[in-house]
């Protein structure tokens, strides 16, 4: 088939797509022109709001319009990506400005070979200096406030969304390129297309420019298994989001947690299951829909998430979960350190740095950093266990009963690391933990398991369907495929139904917003 055929039928069926897609409205006035152009902190452009939806469906318009004229495409689509920044941050939009030019210089500076460190060293300053200033200032000046005794009131300073996913993506590159695994972008276009690209831009995941630059300039190309999949992935990462993880964090998550002395063990024990399962829903759900929009633009992005409740060690958590966070801290961090080239001991340590820093990443509060320790220390465990007692290969996987009990463990290991992410101080984990272990009380549970029945209806399937087989998920690609617009919009047209029955008066953002 003629590529002009495929654009002129995905045209037609992005439409069709699309205009299902923006019956999902609710909340705004798009007679106020305002509502969509201009910046409101309470109103950004969420992947799961109608607003972003109707705002899509203009911007695909106009980039199949622009598919043949390379030029007119990437700045098209990257002021875009300014715009739907600026609708999440204001205008610390031009942060991002900022960082990309200075980075697209530098880069080149380095790529020269005449003092390479010191260009490095200059944009790793601007970088991380930024990051610093933006997410850290109050957090390591309230450390030192409480360290010589005095009282520190936090100052009022902003965080830009997104500024850790397209920090950790600008270093990657001009690290890339001091170590010569990529070459210097020529066209500064070019970069700040990589840099800007909004369906990663806000909560990843984290593209390196030696995936995705070698796309930029490709002729534009979308088969209609791309489009089914862009679809499917949309669909699923809608799903994920808006049916499961806001259902059961409105309903039953929120409230133990927001009160944990009026719940009993039990029932607190299971909000901390269904805060697993919410978090891993909602940023899962993200990724996926980054995915699919990518993918109906004509780009692949890597995946982000593979089963990760499946996992039969904190080690293999990891190589599940946010896998381009993983591999970025991986590449940048631990290997940087020295990784397992200086022995066990400094693997260890290594090792316990990185995830530190991983949990460092996440937020600026001891309680992340205490996260990040305990899943170093839950690696380094198994690490020694698996590899130095049990003497496995390092891609070793229990089958078995042995697969049972570990993915069981495992499960309850990174429930009980939840804590620490979801509470806002020690006080409050301690609070859930004295309740799980003195005030169980399973005779409440049947009247909980009632009283919430959807919600845990929904914790099920979520958990179920990480066991279904990949083979599967292909089948209902091959299957929206087949179908083409028709099914396509069937399927839309019954998501949104489902989202529109359970989803509150008010879009909730994103957990993965906040780092």
Excluded at 158 to 185: A, N
Excluded at 276 to 292: E, H, L, N, R
């Amino acid at each position: 088939m003629e590529t002009n055929d495929i654009f002129s039928q995905m045209t037609a069926q992005l439409k069709v797509f699309l205009q299902s897609m923006a019956s999902y409205v609710s909340g705004l006035d798009f007679t106020k022109a305002a509502d969509i152009l201009l910046y409101n902190p309470r109103e950004p452009l969420l992947f799961s709001s109608g607003a972003f939806l109707f705002v899509f469906l203009i911007f695909v318009t106009g980039y199949c319009c622009l598919r043949r004229k390379v030029d007119a495409r990437l700045l098209f689509v990257t002021l875009f990506s300014y715009y739907f920044f600026y609708k999440s941050s204001g205008f610390y939009f031009l942060l991002l400005l900022v960082v990309t030019v200075s980075d697209f210089c530098l880069a080149r500076k380095i790529a020269e070979r005449k003092h390479p460190r010191l260009w490095l060293a200059a944009s790793l300053l601007i970088d991380l200096g930024l990051l610093g200033y933006f997410k850290y200032t109050n957090f390591f000046a309230g450390m030192i406030a409480q360290m010589v005794g005095s009282n520190f009131q936090p100052w009022d300073i902003f965080l830009p969304v997104g500024i850790s996913f397209y920090t950790f993506k600008t270093i990657s590159y001009v690290v890339d390129v001091y170590r010569k695994k990529v070459e210097p972008m020529e066209s500064l276009l070019d970069y700040a297309f990589y840099v800007s690209f909004f369906p990663t831009l806000l909560a990843g995941p984290i593209t390196r420019a030696t995936d995705f630059g070698p796309q930029i300039r490709k002729p534009l190309h979308v088969s209609r298994e791309m489009f089914a999949q862009g679809v499917f992935f949309i669909l699923i990462g809608l799903f994920k989001k808006a049916v499961i993880s806001d259902y059961i964090s409105q309903n039953f998550v929120d409230r133990i947690f927001d009160n944990p002395t009026l719940f009993s063990g039990g029932e607190v024990l299971l909000g901390l299951y269904g805060y697993c399962i919410q978090i891993y829903c909602d940023f899962s759900g993200y990724s996926d829909m980054a995915i699919g929009i990518s993918l109906l633009l004509g780009f692949k992005i890597p995946m982000n998430f593979n089963a990760p409740l499946t996992a039969d060690s904190m080690t293999d958590f990891w190589r599940r979960w946010h896998i381009s966070l993983s591999t970025w801290i991986r590449d940048y961090v631990y290997i940087a350190l020295g990784g397992n080239r200086k022995g066990t001991l400094h693997m260890y340590l290594n090792q316990m740095v990185a995830m530190t820093a991983c949990g460092l990443w996440h937020g600026a509060s001891l309680n992340f950093v205490v996260w990040g320790v305990l899943h170093g220390a839950l690696v380094c465990l198994h690490k020694f266990w698996s590899q130095t007692v049990m003497r496995h290969d390092r891609h070793y996987h229990p089958a078995g009963i042995r697969r049972f009990v570990s993915v069981f463990i495992t499960f309850h290991v990174l429930c009980f690391t939840w804590l620490f992410f979801r509470c806002k101080d020690f006080e409050g984990v301690w609070v859930m933990l004295r309740q799980m272990f003195t005030k169980f009380n399973p005779a409440v549970l049947p009247d909980v398991f009632v009283a919430y029945r959807y919600v845990f209806l929904l914790m099920a399937f979520a958990l179920l369907t990480h066991w279904i087989p990949a083979s599967w998920q292909n089948r209902c690609v091959r299957l929206l495929e087949k179908g083409g617009v028709v099914l396509s919009a069937v399927a839309v047209t019954v998501v949104i139904f489902i989202i529109m029955q359970v989803k509150s008066s008010d879009i909730q953002p994103f957990i993965y917003f906040q780092f």
